[in-house]
């Protein structure tokens, strides 16, 4: 049998994450594998506890929501291991964009039988990122969805409509400007998305042209609305097709600055951490990610 590490959060998911646990062991052992259980509750810390594991496994797993992949990942940078992952959250976004299926079994599998990938991530002045990170609307709903009391009969896609909803209410937009590597734009914005993964929590589509190995960030620009534009713009991200909206323009850079006149939320996989100015910085092939299989082998 191979050994390796499961870095567990049992918090995630709404304590989720921590049923599951047995589940997934006996289809780890089912697969080969002898996992070695390291149990984390919450975020902190969870970075260490990965650089510690690092120096006994090769593969390392997160089993919990974004922001625990998110540590975890954080903490392997540099080791030389290869990061798994066992979606267990309330959205699991990474997962969904690379790939990992959603089943407990599948990721399991992969976990086994998948191929490490070397991928980007995103390092900012307020931490770091594999996924998707934004400035503006986005972070607002994160926060709404996290703090703003969503019952939880409405966890998952209903939660977020719902905090999404409440965040509208007192839209606005603001001035901001916008440094892709040289190339300085001001714009009264919405939500500026820095995106090196595809998708949302949920598989939501936010950035269908990004890919995690291509050394570029997508970045969406959404440009002030009226009411009644809010509703096109809504219904194209939902079919996962918002770039198509004229509203919405899309670019590519290593680099991006985002400030304003007013300070806005920064959210990086789900979490809002900081407020702008901000910086975001391409790091390439930074980490390895065990997955399905590599795009276009």
Known sequence: MRDLAVILNPSSGAGHAGRLWPQVRNH????GLRPELIRQDGLDGLGALARRAAERYTVVAAMGGDGTVREVARGLQGTGA???????????????????????ERACRVLA??????????????????NVAGVGLDARITR??????????LGGI??????????????????????????????RGLLVVVANGSYYGKGIAIS???????????????????????????????AGRLAEHPLVHVHR??????EGDESQLVHLDGDVLGTTPVDFRLLPGRLRVMVPGIPGN
């Open 28 to 31: 780890l052992i089912r697969e």
């Open 82 to 104: 290869v990061l798994g992952i066992i979606p267990a959250g309330t959205g699991n976004g990474t997962a969904f964009s690379l790939g990992i299926p959603q089943d407990p």
């Open 113 to 130: 039988r998948g191929r490490p990938w070397a991928i980007d991530l995103g390092e900012t002045s307020v931490g770091l990122f594999l």
């Open 144 to 153: 709404e969805y996290h703090e703003g009391r969503i019952p939880p009969a």
């Open 158 to 187: 209903p939660g977020y409509v719902l905090a999404a909803l409440r965040s509208l209410a007192d839209l606005h937009a603001c001035s901001l400007t916008v440094t892709l590597d040289e190339d300085r734009r001001s714009l």
């Open 208 to 238: 269908p042209g990004s890919h995690p190995a291509d050394g570029h960030f997508e970045v969406c620009l959404v440009e002030e609305a009226a009411p009644l534009e809010l509703a096109g713009l809504v219904t194209l991200f939902l």
């Open 253 to 258: 850079a290593r680099r991006v600055r985002v």
